[in-house]
């Protein structure tokens, strides 16, 4: 199948209906009630497309009232028996507070976390809809991570869940298990005005997987995926490049209502988060069809090699 045609399945309009459903919850910071039921919907939406669900659970510090909370990432694995893996993941978790409302009473104010949150979630539910069918033979695990922004008002830390999963992943490749060959964060992909520019980190510690998507891009002819170079983000795919995975956020940090109450679905777009999600998936389509090789290092490489 032509990786290309293939992408062209992913559904913005049902990624939208994903959106607002898990808006339709409420705040969901991590440790509430809502985010454990965004779980559960999640984990379903895996399960029902073909994947062995993991959940990982462990503990956090709430930063103000240092009381324990309860976290837990939701893994999908598509041929889980693969031990060449590639991971999309995205935080489903929402800031506790809207900290750049300018009003003071409205920090406060219910923060739905619209596009930061629901967005990377959405796409990884119309992402695993296609995922059985995926070309090639590589395994894809997608990742609702928790806790990304536990954080008050710049107290407390980022990426507890991807840290405790990059752990995990560490110590299972350490036993002789699966590895991760690439791993792509969503993270305020269906900002109404998104233009995506090439996040920092990834492009100074995974600079071929940055120009494989950006590359998919450019020959789909999408206007959402900029050549420019972007912000420094701290997000997701830190704790991975960290264990040494090329890892890269496709994220919209000048997405206007970024932290603030307005970041609703009004503010998202269709065109956005199934552009994202095209090129997402092309690029998953045409990763798992590469002979598998030592020095896999992305499309470009294996082009001029052929
Ligand atoms: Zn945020």
Not at 154 to 183: I, K
Not at 205 to 223: C, I, K, P
Request: aromatic share 8%; charged share 25%.
């Amino acid at each position: 199948m032509n990786p290309s045609t293939y992408a062209d399945r992913f559904d913005g309009h049902r990624a939208m209906n994903d959106l607002i459903r898990l808006c339709s919850l409420g705040p969901r910071p991590a440790g509430s009630e809502a985010m454990e039921r965004q779980r559960g919907i999640v984990a379903e939406a895996f399960r029902s497309h073909g994947a062995e669900v993991s959940i990982q659970e462990f503990e956090g510090v709430h930063p103000l009232s240092e009381r324990t909370v309860r976290l837990a990432n939701v893994v999908g694995s598509w041929r889980p028996e693969r031990p060449d893996r590639v991971l999309i993941g995205g935080h489903g978790d929402t800031r506790p507070r809207a900290d750049r409302e300018r009003d003071p009473t409205r920090v406060l104010g219910p923060f739905l976390g619209a596009n930061d949150g629901a967005s990377g979630v959405a796409a990884l539910m119309e992402l695993a809809r296609h995922l059985t069918e995926l070309p090639g033979s590589a395994g894809v695990d997608l990742v609702m991570f928790d806790a990304e922004e536990l954080v008050f008002d710049e107290v407390g830390d980022y990426c507890l869940g991807s840290c405790e999963f990059a752990l995990r992943a560490r110590n299972q490749e350490r036993a002789g298990g699966p590895s991760y060959a690439a791993a792509v964060v969503l993270d305020m992909i269906a900002g109404r005005e998104m233009c995506l520019t090439r996040e920092g980190f990834g492009r100074d510690y995974a600079a071929w997987l940055t120009e494989d998507l950006w590359n998919v891009a450019r020959n789909r002819g999408t206007s959402r995926f900029s050549d420019d170079w972007g912000h420094y983000v701290e997000d997701d795919h830190l704790p991975l490049l960290g264990i040494g995975v090329p890892a890269i956020a496709l994220v919209d940090l000048d997405y206007p209502q970024w932290h603030t109450l307005d970041d609703r679905p009004e503010a998202c777009d269709v065109g956005a988060i199934e552009a994202v999600g095209r090129v997402v998936l092309e690029w998953l389509g045409r990763w798992a069809s590469l002979p598998e090789s030592p020095g896999k290092t992305g499309l470009l490489d294996n082009e001029n090699r052929e």
